[in-house]
């Protein structure tokens, strides 16, 4: 619609998570003319999304407005919208808002739509096993483990109780370790003086990994440290057991069956299926095969980060999908394209590894730079520290401070809310109730 | 299940609001087993909703866990349910939960449901004007406020864009009061910046009543001051106009259309449909009429408080629907049952008014006791005072202080979210849609 007023060259990006966002913030002097384009019209601190699921944070804490983000930044506009197709040759994206697709121009493309969870073709678990990506989810996963409590203090003892008050989390990744050791402490700390005829103490969580090590991202020594601490707590961690089955009653672990009625999923994530229909090279996941230069293969003008693609790292590994990698290739792509650099001028990508961690609970985490291993009280504070700070906004940042300084002192949690549809959670589906009649 | 355990009456209360949670507390030392019976698994400080609803607060900031609050009353369990029937002559009470309903006896029944949006039997108005009685109303407003101004920034000029950056308020009740000022302040101090095709500060709010003044509990002289301090912000106030029709449009005000693409409806309230199924007399607007121990007529043992009851006050005029009475009601009956009176031993129940306040934004508000009035910068800190004072638990207070701070300092909102369906608020319905086709 502006495309006429003046030649500074179109810059399209797709999503406003970790790369989106830092690719649009990294283009603020660059004489171009970005839209952003997000389904939702906030930012998402991904790492932190488990604490809104054990009832931590509020969303609110963890998510800041684009708009709020970008709105010192003249030479970006902020688009609320799914973009529903891209097409290469005419470059143009097509973006859907509650009406209308609109056809948008592009002069340079960053798709940065990042990841969805994979069931890995057993789709039929989804209903079952909720993933944790986007606030509805951490709100729905937050609603049925208040509940199953709920529905436990209703129900006599028995097969039935047992199976409410055990909870299943599937993955061992940073994602799995965090819930099952944030659901054990809930159990133990926060909801036990709170009911009549349970023990909300004795709530067991079962942590399922499929490898033989927790956290195949970090060193075998974070694995067997994050483990022990998680045991410590009370945790019960199955290493190499694989799921063949998930359904109301729990889960199917090979002959074994783990009667369960919450399941979470953190055992895996593919990029969006844009990706597919692309018309590029993308592997199992669905991720773009990208250059070493980010840019999609025939089409030097556009860029796929986070994510949404993969990219071999010097150790000839795929690069890891965490918010680094996703920050410092968008940062990356907005420089060749401020420099409005030639494919043939484009120095390749290069992820600098400042290291990973993962936290188990109160004073309990691992972390690993390439030098240094630190567990427990330590590590937990370097993890502190370093959420805190990248926590996008002032004002969020005070909010969660004072949460997670209220919620140490206090053992409580603040965002202890049932909402939305409250009771239906642990209906079993209708068929297994018509067997039971 | 635990009936025989002792010889302690057995008293059930229905809802863990304002009145139903005071009546608990008032009953932790008497010899009785309490069982409070809500639907959610928190208590809501109703007052404060529309701020939520403005993305001023977080839904954990106005909530608190019930067992959490009732946690160190042994006498007191808590379960969540919906009360489906009671059987005033058997003395139980039937309550569902996610799979079955059982039949709780009492001795004692106190009846505090509370109110929901009532739209005067024109039920096919509630899909277009949304009602704030729940967190999950308050999501959706802010959900459909948001989108409608995402909505704009995509539009082009016309009357489409007006209708979109149209706001309806109808009902100049507090509520009404409060949520037109907010929304005010949302478009001119929030948004502004924030948006490139639109100015925020030009979205038309617009307050409707069909009565000839605002806050019609209140003095004249508040009513009118409300008004000129909505107006100075911007706000237009419409009185004595009768909503005739509500669509995706707009209202209908007799001959006169307004195109508001958003409709906020706080025009009034009902009591929830459970209290025409007692079998007892009720009003208009389904409130039993309670005996002067708010009792019900033949039951000595069964009370209904709060916003589920008519009662009338010393003047004569039915007692207003508002939080006090709520929680002096709960404590009288919690303190007729834990002395076991007889009928006549009762003395009436009274109702100590310490006044009445609205805001309507930033250092604006009405506020007045039977003696004193006030209004603008005073009563707004009047305002302040009360509501902090009152938000049940510590932490919920400081969270709420410090948000109300960081926004005064600088005009932001902190939880400006739209989650769940997120584009389809402003969708058209079909009809109208295959028409334009």
């Not at 798709?111 to 989804?126: K, V």
């Not at 028995?158 to 299943?168: K, N, P, S, V």
């Not at 390439?370 to 370093?386: H, S, Y």
Request: proline share 4%; net charge neutral; aromatic share 6%.
């Amino acid at each position: 619609m502006s495309s006429e007023r003046n030649a500074n060259r179109r810059v399209i990006i797709v999503g406003g998570g970790f790369a989106g966002l830092a690719a649009a913030k990294a283009l603020a002097d660059a004489p171009v003319d970005v839209t952003l384009i997000d389904r939702t019209n906030h930012h998402l601190f991904q790492p932190l999304l488990y604490q809104v699921a054990m009832a931590g944070l509020s969303p609110a804490d963890i998510a800041a407005p684009i708009r709020k983000v970008l709105r010192h930044q003249k030479n970006a506009s902020v688009l609320l919208g799914e973009v529903v197709g891209v097409d290469l040759e005419q470059r143009r994206v097509h973006a859907r808002d509650d009406r209308t697709v609109h056809a948008l121009p592009y002069d340079h493309l960053v798709l940065a739509m990042g990841a969805r969870t994979s069931y890995f073709g057993n789709d039929a678990w989804r209903e079952h096993a909720i993933g944790l990506k986007t606030i509805d989810d951490a709100i729905e996963i937050r609603r049925r483990v208040l509940v199953a409590f709920e529905a436990a203090e209703r129900e006599p003892e028995g097969a039935e109780r047992d199976g409410l008050l055990t909870f299943a989390v599937i993955g061992g990744g940073p994602t799995g370790v965090e819930l099952a050791g944030a659901l054990r402490e809930l159990a133990h700390f926060v909801l036990r003086r709170d009911f009549r005829r349970i023990d909300s103490d004795h709530a067991r969580v079962v942590l399922i990994e499929g490898d033989d090590r927790l956290l195949q991202g970090m060193d075998p020594a974070s694995s067997d440290a994050a483990r022990a601490q998680l045991e410590d707590l009370g945790v019960e961690v199955r290493l190499g057991d694989m799921v063949t089955g998930v359904d109301a009653e729990g889960v199917q672990l090979g002959d074994d069956h783990l009667r369960a009625r919450t399941v979470l999923w953190s055992a895996g994530v593919e990029a969006v299926p844009l990706t597919r229909e692309l018309g590029v090279e993308v592997d199992r996941g669905g991720r773009v095969k990208v250059k070493p230069d980010c840019s999609v293969p025939g089409h030097p003008e556009v860029f796929v980060v986070g994510d949404a693609a993969t990219l071999e790292g010097a150790d000839g590994r795929p690069l890891p999908g965490v918010s680094p990698v996703a920050m410092q290739q968008g940062e990356y792509v907005a420089r060749l394209i401020a420099e409005h650099r030639l494919p043939e001028q484009r120095a390749p990508f290069r992820y600098h590894d400042k290291g990973q961690m993962a936290t188990v609970g109160r004073r309990r985490a691992v972390a690993e730079t390439r030098r240094v291993r630190l567990k427990g009280f330590l590590a937990w504070m370097a993890w502190l520290l370093v959420h805190v700070w990248y926590l996008i906004g002032f004002r969020n940042r005070v909010a969660v401070l004072l949460n997670w300084t209220w919620q140490y002192a206090t053992y409580q949690r603040g965002a202890r809310l049932i909402t939305g549809d409250r009771l239906g959670a642990h209906r079993r589906p209708k068929a297994a109730d018509e067997e039971a009649g």
